[in-house]
């Protein structure tokens, strides 16, 4: 037994202290699980509810457009889906969050299929520009049939996601950490690989003798199944799933959100949405200067940093040994591992 | 009815494909997704909003002055904002989403959000086949082909227009041959800011002026290039008409028809590209690698 603790705080003395990126996501799980302790606030917790719901879906996008390089301008789809139809279960079937919000990933991930099938002969900008038809294309349905969809009003009176207030926060919290590992362990695994590959180069890919079709069409599915989670946990949380949930601006925030954090990451996006959702909210102070703020935000820091925030910072902090490419603090002289000197 | 669909048609259509067309030049030219393209057609509105209505000069004029400002606007933040991060395709994509969010926010903060409009050029309409045809519709008509036949004989018969559709095709040989890419990027920007700072000169007097204006007509925009091929000046101008005439119908025929009019015209690019994956008139490049 004191083997084992010894060998575990070896393993974390030499894996986790040593970089400041991974104590740097340690201290993100520690804080975000341990807050509820120092502050209870409703209004704080709030805010950080729906920071991870929107995490949540940040990191899918990077899932699909990020790792196999189909840019997706209609992720909303995915989220209305989950919404809509956690929210028509919950009314309808009388479903409890925790079967209507997988079953709405479920229909998510059938909205995955059906438009990534038509999307697969597409590619490049193409593909961005027509998959931001799909959620436009859906909301003109919602507004056409308002007695089923609720029409402009959207579908009200759901079920809460827990009791009370610290309930929902753990929740949402512990399901952002958990899909958002689980999606970072995807796209470590030999899947995760072949997704780079596809968008590296497909053509060699399929030369080397991978269905790069069906990789694809599993990565819209993955994509849209996190997706969906997340427009339900929103339906469930706020209450309602209306039309906003479809909007262009929806879909135009995740792609701002992942590709300020940094694409290719999952940590990139997941990271720009606690930083950019909650000085979204701090800038109501100024309300008429807020979206304007948001938007020069964007602008300026794009023009110093054009691969990402957070990608930016970690070369900042950690260098690249040159001969065995593991990853060092950027204040050591040499390698932690062989030894090279590190310049 | 029949010819109301063919006027709302044919108005539609020709905004849509003019301001298709300067979206589908500076992409060719510099592969810039201008997502803010639209946004250029919002502010020139509410500059000719501010001529008119404001300073009480001839919308003419006001037009004419709309559109050199707007253009100085676009090849200014092109400068700031666009060209030292135009080798980060995803980076430029959401800069210009920042850039048109930026200035739908200047706009709402100086105007409001209140809907405005702004005085016909001519006032009066005939009758055609005891239809009320506005004059106004038929200056719009005719001032978007004219502007249409303009573009066409500068892309085909000047020099800047031989280096125009030389970068387009090739860009590397391009440069080779001694064209300075920069220049004809920052050219091609000017032209297509211009077409849609006009494209808001002709249309402004049919509208109402709002700062989320250029949200609806830059989805369209990107259906018509995407249906008529990128970086095809033909494509976009069949492409424009039929998305165009497919709205009119879609109002005019169906009930609820306002609502799905952007769904069934969305559906019907959807259409095209599952049958041809290059658009109409778009070329099949092989795969850039």
């Known amino acids: ?343 | 009815m029949i010819l109301d669909i063919i006027i709302n048609g044919l108005i539609g259509g020709s905004i849509y494909a003019l301001l298709a067309i300067g979206f589908s030049l500076i992409y060719g030219i510099a592969r810039i997704v201008n997502l803010a393209h639209t946004a250029f057609y919002m502010v020139a509105s509410y500059c000719i909003f501010v001529g008119t209505s404001k300073l009480g000069i001839h919308p003419g004029w006001a037009m004419l002055a709309a559109v050199f400002l707007v253009t100085l606007l676009g090849l200014i933040s092109y400068k700031l904002f666009i060209d030292p991060i135009r080798e980060h395709e995803a980076a430029v994509l959401i800069a210009t989403i920042a850039l048109a969010i930026a200035l739908q926010e200047v706009m709402l903060l100086i105007f409001t959000g209140d809907y405005l409009s702004v005085p016909s050029l001519i006032d009066g309409y005939r009758t055609i086949f005891r239809v009320k045809v506005f004059n106004q519709q038929m200056l719009t008509f005719g001032a978007a082909l004219a502007i249409l036949a303009a573009l066409w004989l500068l892309l085909k018969k000047t020099r800047l227009g031989l280096a125009i559709r030389s970068s387009a095709v090739a860009r590397e040989v391009a440069t080779l041959m001694g064209m300075n890419e920069s220049r004809v990027a920052m050219i091609t920007m000017g032209i297509s800011v211009g077409l849609a700072a006009l494209t808001g000169a002709v249309i402004v007097p049919l509208t109402t002026l709002s700062p989320f204006m250029w949200m609806p007509p830059m989805i369209m925009m990107m259906a018509v290039v995407v249906l008529g091929g990128m970086g095809s000046i033909k494509g976009s101008f069949a492409g424009g008409y039929i998305l165009g005439f497919a709205e009119s119908l879609v109002v005019f025929l169906i009930p609820m028809g306002a609502f799905l009019k952007g769904s069934v015209a969305l559906s019907i690019m959807i259409l095209v590209l599952v049958i041809r994956p290059q658009g109409l008139f778009g070329i099949a490049f092989e795969e850039e690698r």
């Open chain 1, 1 to 343: 037994m004191g083997f084992y603790l010894r060998k575990l705080f070896t393993i974390f003395k030499g894996e986790v202290l040593v970089l400041p990126s991974r104590v740097a996501v340690l201290l993100f799980f520690l804080v975000l699980l341990l807050l509820p302790v120092v502050s209870q606030d409703p209004y704080l917790l709030r805010i950080l509810i729906l920071t991870s719901i929107f995490a949540i879906f940040a990191a899918s996008w990077d899932l699909l457009s990020g790792f196999t390089g189909q840019m997706n301008f209609g992720h909303a789809l995915f989220f209305g889906v989950g919404a809509y139809s956690a929210a028509l279960l919950n009314l309808h079937a009388h479903l409890p969050p925790w079967g209507s919000i997988p079953l709405g990933a479920l229909a998510a991930v059938l909205a995955g299929l059906i438009i990534g099938i038509p999307c697969l002969r597409l590619r490049g900008t193409y593909l961005a520009l027509t998959t931001l038809a799909f959620p436009i294309i859906l909301m003109g349905v919602v507004f056409a049939i308002p007695q089923v969809t609720g029409g402009e009003l959207g579908i009200s009176g759901l079920a809460r996601i827990s009791g009370s207030r610290l309930g929902d926060y753990y929740i949402t919290t512990v399901l952002m950490l958990g899909l958002c590992t689980i999606m970072w362990k995807i796209t470590d695994s030999n899947t995760g690989i072949i997704f780079h590959a596809i968008r590296e180069d497909e053509l060699a890919v399929r030369t080397a003798g991978i269905n790069t079709t069906r990789y694809k069409l599993l990565a819209f599915c993955l994509s849209g199944f996190f997706a969906g989670i997340s427009g339900g946990l929103y339906a469930h949380f706020m209450r309602i799933a209306g039309p906003s949930t479809l909007e262009v601006s929806m879909s135009f925030t995740v792609v701002i959100w992942a590709i300020f954090g940094g694409i290719v990451t999952i940590y990139g996006p997941v990271a720009a949405v606690f930083i950019l959702f909650p000085l979204l909210e701090f800038f109501r102070f100024w309300p008429e200067f807020r979206m304007l703020m948001f938007a020069l935000v964007i602008l300026f820091i794009l023009l110093y940093m054009p691969n990402g925030l957070i990608p930016w910072i970690r070369d900042k902090i950690e260098t690249e040994c040159p001969r065995c490419k593991i990853r060092n603090v950027a204040t050591r002289k040499t390698c932690r591992v062989c030894t090279a000197a590190l310049d």
